[in-house]
C-alpha cells in the first residue's frame, strides 16, 4: 500500500461498497439545472460569454431574483459535491487496499481534457477544467490527517475571503459606472458569426475567459474539502444523523445565507463578487438541508424526483448537453432567438431554462431504462479502461 493510515471513518455512508445515496443522486440533478439558472441568462444575452464579462450583474426583476436564488449557489453546490464523489472514491480505494491517487490522477487528467473540450467547442464558462485541477491537489490531501485537512480547507477560506474583499473593494472605490457596453462585434459574432468564429474567438481570449477558476481555486479547494468533511460525517445519510445534520445546514444556510444573498445582490454590481463567490456557498448549504428536508418526506418518488435523480445520475452528460441545448437555441448557429427575441422581455429566457430542464429530465430518465450510465459517463469509463 502506497497511502498513509489517514483512514476513511467508518460511517454508514462509506462501508456499504457500491451502494448508491439516494439524495445525493437528487442534490447533483438540482445543482446541474440550478447552475443553468444562471448560465441561461449568460446564453441570452447580448454577447453572450464576453458580453457577461462586460456589461456586469442582472437589469430586471426577474433576472435579479434567479441570480438571488442560483448565481454562485448551485455551482458552489457542486462544487460540494464533487469533492463528495472524491471522498467516496478514496473510501472505495481504502476498503479495496489499493494505491492512492493511483488511477484517479488519470481520471482527473482526462476531466481535464473534457473540459478542455466543452470549453473550446461549447461553453467558455466551463467549470470541468477547474475541477479536474484541484482535484489532483485534494485527492493527495486526502492520504494526510483529518488535522493537516482542516488546517488546509481553512486556510484556503481565509485566502479566498481576503481575495474577494480586496476586489470587492476595489470596484468600490472604482467609478465603473452602470457597466460598459457590450462591444458590437462581439454581439454580431453570436447572433451572426460562423461557429468556427466562435470557437477562434474562445481561443484568441482563452486566459480572460479563463480567469473565473483562477480567481475562485481557493475557493474550490474549501469547497471539495467541506464535501469531504460532511460525507465522512453522514451529513448525506438516511439515519438520524443525516438528518440532524441537514436540519442544522437548513437552518443555518437558508437563515443567514438567504438574507446575506439579497443584501449582496440588492447592493448593486460593486459587491458581485461578493454575492458570487462570498456569501453563495452559504445558500448552497441551507438548499442541502432543504433539498434533504423535502426528500425525507417523499414516500413514492413522483415525476419531479425521478428527473432529478436521472439527472444526477448522468450529472457530466446533462451538464454539457444543457450549454449545447442553450447555444442551438440563442445562437445565430442556431435559432438565433437570443437577438429575435432580445426585446421580448426576459420571459422567454424562463422558458427557456424550464424547457431545456424538462429535456435532461425526462431524456435521462428513459436514457437510463436501456443504459447504466450517461453518455459522456460511459465514453469515460471506456477511456480509462484502455
Known amino acids: 500500500m502506497t497511502h498513509t493510515d489517514a483512514r476513511v471513518p467508518q460511517t454508514p455512508q462509506a462501508t456499504p461498497a457500491g451502494r448508491r445515496l439516494p439524495l445525493l443522486d437528487v442534490l447533483r440533478g438540482a445543482a446541474i439545472l440550478g447552475t ?11 454577447g453572450a460569454e464576453w458580453g457577461a464579462l462586460q456589461s456586469g450583474t442582472s437589469t430586471g426583476a426577474v433576472e435579479g431574483t434567479f441570480g438571488v436564488l442560483a448565481n454562485g449557489k448551485f455551482l458552489s453546490l457542486l462544487t460540494i459535491l464533487f469533492g463528495v464523489g472524491l471522498a467516496i472514491q478514496y473510501a472505495s480505494a481504502e476498503r479495496r487496499g489499493l494505491p492512492w491517487p493511483g488511477r484517479y490522477r488519470w481520471r482527473a487528467l482526462f476531466l481535464f481534457g473534457e473540459g478542455t473540450v466543452h470549453f473550446v467547442l461549447v ?13 489532483l491537489l485534494v485527492a493527495r490531501l486526502l492520504t494526510r490527517s483529518e488535522r ?17 474583499g480586496l476586489l470587492t473593494a476595489a470596484l468600490t472605490l472604482a467609478d465603473n459606472g452602470d457597466g460598459a457596453a457590450v462591444s458590437g462585434e462581439v454581439v454580431d459574432l453570436y447572433a451572426h458569426g460562423s461557429y468556427l468564429d466562435q470557437i477562434a474567438f474562445r481561443l484568441e481570449n482563452a486566459i480572460v475567459l ?22 465522512r460525517a453522514g451529513a448525506f445519510g438516511a439515519d438520524e444523523t443525516g438528518r440532524r445534520l441537514r436540519s442544522r445546514l437548513l437552518v443555518w444556510g437558508i437563515g443567514l ?17 461578493l454575492a458570487r463567490y462570498g456569501t453563495a456557498p452559504l445558500l448552497a448549504l441551507g438548499y442541502i438541508g432543504l433539498i434533504g428536508a423535502v426528500v425525507d418526506r417523499v414516500r413514492r418518488p413522483g415525476p419531479l424526483m425521478t428527473g432529478l435523480t436521472s439527472v444526477g445520475r ?13 447555444a442551438l437555441v440563442s445562437y445565430g448557429i442556431g435559432l438565433g432567438l437570443a437577438e429575435r427575441l432580445g426585446d421580448s422581455g426576459p420571459w422567454w429566457v424562463v422558458g427557456l431554462w424550464a424547457g431545456v430542464c424538462a429535456v435532461l429530465m425526462v431524456g435521462s430518465t428513459l436514457w437510463l431504462r436501456r443504459f447504466s450510465a450517461g453518455p459522456l459517463e460511459t465514453v469515460q469509463k471506456w477511456a480509462l479502461r484502455h
Open 36 to 46: 443553468l439558472m444562471t448560465n441561461v441568462w449568460i446564453f441570452t444575452g447580448p
Open 123 to 135: 461553453f467558455a464558462w466551463d467549470v470541468l477544467m477547474g475541477y479536474a485541477v484541484t482535484a
Open 148 to 164: 493537516a485537512q482542516r488546517r488546509v480547507m481553512w486556510w484556503a477560506a481565509g485566502i479566498h475571503l481576503t481575495v474577494i
Open 210 to 231: 479563463r480567469m473565473e477558476p483562477v480567481l475562485t481555486f481557493f475557493l474550490l479547494v474549501f469547497l471539495f474539502l467541506l464535501g469531504v468533511r460532511l460525507f
Open 257 to 273: 445565507g438567504l438574507p446575506l444573498n439579497v443584501a449582496a445582490t440588492l447592493a448593486g454590481p460593486d459587491l458581485f463578487l
Open 314 to 326: 448522468t450529472a457530466l452528460s446533462g451538464y454539457v448537453l444543457q450549454n449545447l441545448l442553450c
